[in-house]
C-alpha cells in the first residue's frame, strides 16, 4: 500500500460510513463471546483446532465436484468444523448430534449454503434485484430469506455477492448488482442488514459473507476462473468498496475469490486478506475459501504441492478451508514443524468459534433445527407476495415504441408465443437455492390466471430455445397464430443455464433461431410485446429496430408470471432500471458508462479520435435506463447555492411531473463530474437516486444534499483529494441524461 491511501474510499465517504463492528455486537455482548470463546480454545487439542478449519459438503446438494464421501463419520471423529449443502431441519438435527453427543467437546457445526436470492421462496436473481433501486425492497427479500434458511437447519448465507462487473459475458453477473460501485454499496449493507437482522442470536437470522473477495467480476475477457489484473488504484475506487460497505455493516464471514489478481491467487493473497481486510478495514470475522480453492493454488502455479498450498493460503489469512481437505490433510504437521505458528491456528479457530457464538450455537446447538418452524415459514404467503412485489420492481421496459403495453382489457384473444412462455422451472434462475420447479409460476400460466375466461389464450413454441435448426413451419405456424390474436406476448432469452457459474458465453444475443421467430411474428403487424429473460444484459439490437414493446424480466422467481401479468395488464407499472449498460454489440465489452474521457474523446467528424469504424460508442440502452407507463417529465433543476465551501452543503433540486394517464415510478438519479483532477475522472458519477411514485397529473420536487464527501477521490497516491474549481450535475432518469447544472467548489472556509 503506498502511504497516506484512505482507509475509507471516496465512494463510501460519501455513504458516511461507521467503523466496523462484528455483526453488530454491543461491546457487552462481544466480551461475553470472547470470554465464551476463549474457554472453549483452551480446551482444544491442535487436531481440534484444524477439525474446525475444515469444511465438507454434504451430499443434500452440490456446488461442484464431490471430493470427500462419508463426510458423517469425519463429523463423529471431531474433523469437521462446518458442513455445506446441508439443510432441512430434521437433516441438520441428525448431523449436529454428531458433533454435539460423539466428539470430544461437543462442538457444534455451523450450516452454510448458497442462499443467493431466497431459500424456498425464490427472488427475482440479484442483478434483478438491483434493478429495483429499492433498497427496502432488497433488505425485506434478504430477511425472508434468512427466515427461512434458518428453519431449515442453515446458519450461514455465501451472499451477498458484491464484484462490480463491466463484461456481461461474465456468467456470475447475475449473482451481484452490476456495474457502479455506489449502487453496490448500497445493495451490500441491504443485503447484509436482512441476513443477519439487529440481533444475530435471534434464530430467524444467518451469517453473511461476502463474496468474492477480489476483483473477480473482472476476470480477463469475461470467462469464469479467469485472471485478474489491475492498477492498486482502479481496484481500491472500484472493486473494493462493496466489500468494505459489507464489512461496516458487520458482516460476519468473508470468502476468498477463484482469481488470482495481479499475479497472487486470491486465497493465499497476504496483502489483501491481512493488510487490507485485517489491519486497514479492522475485519474481525472468519474466512472461507470458494469450493476447493486451496488446492487450485497449484494449478495456479504457486504451490508445488497440496501442502505448500495448504501453508500458504492459512500464512495469508484463510481461516477455514472449503471441500478440498488440505487444511485437515497438512496443518497440524505444519505446525509441529514450526512452518506455522499455533498462535495463527488459534488465531482462525478464535473467528470460527466467535461466529457460532454470535449465533446462540454454543448454548444451543439445535436452536435451529425446528421442523415446526421450518412447516411454517417456507413459501409462506407473505413471503410469496413480497417475491412478487420485488419481481414487478425489478423488470425493466427498454422500450415501447409503439405503444404497445400495458395492454388493454378489452383483447379477447392473446397468442403467447416463444420458448420461455410456458417454462416455469427457468423462472427460477441459477443459484436458486431450495427452490422447486412446481411452485413457481410461468409466463403463460401467470397470464391465464389474469385474464380468466374471457379471454382466448393460445400458445404455440415457435422454436426451440437453442437449436438453429427448425422447420420453416414452426415459424410459419406462429406468425398464423399471432395473425388471428389482438395481441401477442413472445417470451425469448437465454436458458437459465447460460448464466451462473461456469456459464460464460462468447456472445450474448438471442440464442438459436429467436431472432428469426421475433421477426415473422412481428412482421405480422399485431401489437408485440416481447418479454426478454436472462441472467445479464443481451444483445438486443437487431430485436431494438422492429416495433414493439421490450420488458426485460431477468429472471424474476418463483412468482415471475404473475408479476409479468400484472405489468403487461398494468395492474402494476414498470419501474425497473438497468444496472448494467446493455451493450450493442460484444465488439464494445468491457463497457460501463462511468468511463474516462480520453486524450482524443470523440468526434464523429474527425478520424483520429476515440471511437468504432462501424458503430456508435454509445450502448444500446445506459445504464439507469427504464421506461415507465407514464410521462416523466423533469423541470425547474435548480441548486440552493452556485458556490460552497468544505465544511458547507447545498441542495439540489428538481421537479418531476408525471403528464401521463398512467400511475409512474420513477428511479431519479443523479450524476457528478468533477473539474481537472490529480487522476483522470470519470465522465460522470452516480452520487445518489431516489425513487418516487407520481399519480397522472401529478407533480414531486425531489432533493438531494451535497457535501464535500461527495467530491472525493482517490488520487495517484491513493489520498483523498477534494479540487476546487466547477462541477457539473446531472439529475435525470437515465446515465446519459443531459442538461447539466453547474457550482463551484472552493475547499478553503
Known sequence: MRPGWPLVSSVLAREHVMASTFMNLSAEHREHIDREVEQWLSRMTLEEKVGQMTQFSSDRDTTGPSLKEDVEEEIKAGRVGSVFNAFDADFTRRLQQQAVEHTRLGIPLLFGYDVIHGFRTIFPIPLAQAASFDMDAIEAASRIAAAEASAAGLHWAFTPMVDITRDPRWGRVMEGAG????????????????????????????AACVKHFAGYGAAEAGRDYNTVDMSEWRLRSVYLPPFQAAIDEGCASLMTAFNSLNGVPASCNGWLLEQVLRQEWGFEGLVVTDYTAIMELVHHGVAADTRQAGQKAVLAGVDMAMQDGIFLEHLAGLVEAGTVSLERIDM?????????????????????????????????????????ELAEKACVLLRNEPCVLPFSNDIRRMAVIGPL????????????????????VSLHDGLALRLGEAVTLDYCCGVPLESDVSSADDIEAAAALARTSDVVVLALGEDNSMSGEAASRARIGLPGRQMALARAVIATGTPCAVVTFSGRPLVLSDLDELPCAILHAWWPGIEAGHALARLLMGDAGPSGRLPMTFPRDEGQIPIHYN???TGRPLDPEEKYTSKYLDMPNTPLYPFGHGLTYGQIVYQHRALSSRCIRASESLVVSVTVANTGAHEATEVVQLYLRGPAGDVVRPVRELIDFKRITLVPGGAETVCFVIEAASLRYEDAMGNQRLDDGEY???VGGRSDTS????????KQD
Open 179 to 206: 456495474e457502479d460501485t455506489l449502487l453496490g454499496c448500497r445493495v451490500a449493507r441491504a443485503q447484509v442488514r436482512g441476513l443477519q437482522g439487529s440481533a444475530p442470536d435471534e434464530v430467524d437470522t444467518v
Open 348 to 388: 482462525a479457530v478464535r473467528r470460527i468459534l466467535r461466529v457460532k457464538a454470535a449465533l446462540g450455537l454454543l448454548d444451543d446447538p439445535y436452536r435451529y433445527s425446528d421442523p415446526a418452524r421450518e412447516q411454517a415459514l417456507l413459501l409462506a404467503p407473505a413471503h410469496r407476495l413480497a417475491a412478487r
Open 421 to 440: 412462455a410456458q417454462d416455469a422451472a427457468a423462472m427460477l434462475g441459477p443459484w436458486h437455492g431450495n427452490g422447486h420447479a412446481e411452485d413457481a
Open 595 to 597: 468511463a474516462f474521457s
Open 728 to 730: 457539473h450535475l446531472y
Open 739 to 746: 442538461d447539466a447544472i453547474t457550482f463551484h467548489f472552493n
